[in-house]
Every structure is written in structure tokens, then in C-alpha cells.
């Protein structure tokens, strides 16, 4: 999921999370969260402290910087997380030097190396399915002449027609289905905290779990975004919009998160609710109805982030190393 708005003082910050392996992480102003239900039925929760020189950086708050920033989060921070996750929802937990205050070990953060592989392959796979193959079956048509605009609509539609049915597909898998699960609790949890609402189970569940700067819709947008940017190019040989479709991801990437916010901030304008209505719409394929013991692991997660981001703004938070604590 996307950022989320959070005043604190007189700044706003939007916070924001993803569904992982039996659990939830959220991301704060200063840190990170991220609750795991352990095979016991306990909580496993875990924090790290998010690099201050790249999230507290002026240069990545600027426009269409900042979106770079979160699609870096979104691989290799979530990326990780995910991946410890899923050690810890199968009940491996392996020890390092890191000590918690409860005397538990906090687990070994996966190699930057060891994830640098899958994440490699990961990227590749999607920017073949996503950008790649459309251009492939859009080309297989006759091409009169005057039929390139025709063509680039044609790709557009192609493109968010495997969005839908990869989403669709991965949604049969009930391990999935957990993580949409965990995906609504996070959704619930953010909701009721923007309105203002006790962070208790009950609150939680009776909010929404849609949301105006979901990560799904953000998919949606890059979609719609890309056959507005690969028009400009117009249609030239077939090498050429291969490399242009790989190249412009970042930007197409950037100018999305820039709508997103721009969609959430005036939401309230009806014009806007219409347009935002497809994507809010998509979520109900991202997302399912979570169960009390997944809403409990999004609170946990969500409460720590901003117990760190409120001692921060106390001068009472210090530089703690990443750990865990039973619940």
C-alpha cells in the first residue's frame, strides 16, 4: 500500500505499508515495523531504523523524486521484509548478535546479496510481462497505415488486460489469499488511524479496507500513464519502442505516484471520486476481508511506528538497533 497522510505538528507525513507472509509492515517518519504471526499464534514484531541521509534527504521530498523513493522501497525494502517474513511464518528464526529488551535475539536481516538475485530476476520478469509482451501481441496486427495511435491503444489495453489476469490468477492460491488478507488489516488499520478512531480491533474492523493511494491503484495508473507517455514517441521501429518501454519505467513509475496523490488529496471533489473509481474498484482484488488475529498484527505494527515517530518528535527517541519482541 501507498502513503498515507499524518500531521505531526506543523508537517504532514503520509504513512504508509504492505501485506507480507502472515503479517503487516508499516513504514514510519523514522522507522520501520513489521508484525508476523508466528506459527505458535504469537506475535512476532519486528523494527528497523529506515536510513536518515535517503528518507530524510530534501532532494526525495521534491515531485517525481520522491516517487523514485517509494519504488526503491517498494522492491528492496519490501523486498526483504517479505522475504523475513516468511522465515518467521514458517517458524525460522535465526539468531543474531542484536539483543532485545526482553532478552530474545532479533533475527539476521537478509543479505543484501542473497535478495539482490530474485529481486533482479523479479524486476526483469515484470517489466517482460508488463512492457515487453504487449508490445509483442500488439505487433502481430496488420499495421495500415495511420493505425501506430490505433496500435498504442491496442498495446495500453493489452497491458491492463494482464494486470487483471495476473492479479486474478495469483488470487486463486489461498497463500495469497492470506496475504490479501493482511493487505485489507493494513488498509483497516490506516483508515481508522486518518480518521482519528481508537487503534483497538473493533474500530479497525469497521473501516474500510479500500484506500485512495493503494499500491494497486498505483499499478493501475502506470498503466494508464504508460499510453499517454509511449504516444509521445510516437511509433518507431520495434527495437526502439522495446528499450523505450524498459527505459521509461522509472518515469512512467514517477508520474504515477504524482496522480495518486493528487487523486487522494481531492477526493472529495466528485469529478475526482469518479476517476478514482476504477481503481478503488481493482482493490477488490488485492485485498479480502481480514480475520481479528490479522487486524491485531497491522495494530501492533502500525502503533510501533508511530510510538518511535512521536519519541522522536519528543527528543526522547534514540538510534536503537533492529529488534523483536513477543506479544
Known amino acids: 500500500m501507498m502513503a498515507k497522510r499524518f500531521k505531526a505538528g506543523s508537517s504532514r507525513f503520509y504513512y504508509g505499508g504492505q501485506a507480507v507472509m502472515e503479517g503487516v509492515m508499516m513504514r514510519g517518519r523514522t522507522s520501520v515495523a513489521m508484525a508476523v504471526r508466528r ?12 536510513q536518515p541521509r535517503l528518507y530524510r534527504n530534501p532532494l526525495f521530498r521534491l515531485p517525481f523524486l520522491r516517487g523514485l523513493l517509494l519504488l526503491w522501497e517498494m522492491l528492496v525494502l519490501g523486498t526483504r521484509l517479505m522475504a523475513l517474513s516468511a522465515n518467521v511464518a514458517l517458524g525460522i528464526e535465526e539468531p543474531s548478535t542484536a539483543q532485545t529488551p526482553a532478552g530474545e535475539q532479533a533475527p539476521a536481516r537478509p543479505a543484501g546479496l542473497a535478495l539482490a538475485g530474485p529481486l533482479v530476476v ?15 501481441l500488439a505487433g502481430l496486427l496488420p499495421h495500415p497505415p ?9 498495446e495500453g489495453l493489452i497491458r491492463l488486460a494482464l494486470l487483471i489476469g495476473y492479479l486474478l490468477l495469483i488470487g486463486r492460491l489461498a497463500e495469497i489469499q492470506r496475504v490479501f488478507g493482511y493487505h ?35 499499478l493501475l495508473l502506470v498503466v494508464v500513464i504508460s499510453i499517454f507517455v509511449f504516444a509521445l514517441l510516437g511509433f518507431p521501429s520495434l527495437w526502439l519502442r522495446l528499450l523505450s518501454r524498459v527505459l521509461l519505467v522509472p518515469v512512467i513509475a514517477a508520474l504515477a505516484y504524482e496522480v495518486l496523490r493528487l487523486g487522494a ?3 472529495h ?4 471520486r469518479f476517476l478514482l473509481a476504477p481503481s478503488l474498484a481493482l482493490q ?21 511506528v508511530m510510538q518511535r515517530d512521536a519519541a522522536e518528535e519528543q527528543g526522547r527517541a534514540t538510534d536503537l538497533p533492529p529488534l523483536v519482541v513477543s506479544r
Open 184 to 218: 485489507g488489516a493494513e488498509h483497516k488499520a490506516i483508515n481508522a488511524m486518518e480518521r482519528g478512531e481508537p487503534l483497538d480491533v473493533s474500530h479497525v474492523r469497521a473501516a474500510s479496507r479500500v484506500h485512495t493511494r493503494c499500491g494497486t491503484g498505483f
Open 122 to 136: 523479479s524486476l526483469a520478469f515484470a517489466i517482460a510481462l508488463f512492457f515487453l509482451l504487449p508490445v509483442f
Open 284 to 304: 477488490g482484488l488485492t485485498t479480502r476481508e481480514p480475520d481479528d488475529s490479522m487486524i491485531e498484527c497491522a495494530i501492533v505494527a502500525l502503533e510501533r
Open 146 to 154: 495511420g493505425a501506430g495511435w490505433l496500435n498504442l491503444l491496442l
Open 39 to 50: 506459527p505458535d499464534g504469537s506475535i512476532y514484531l519486528y523494527e528497523e531504523p529506515l
Open 265 to 267: 488529496a481531492w477526493y
Open 269 to 272: 471533489l466528485p469529478p475526482v
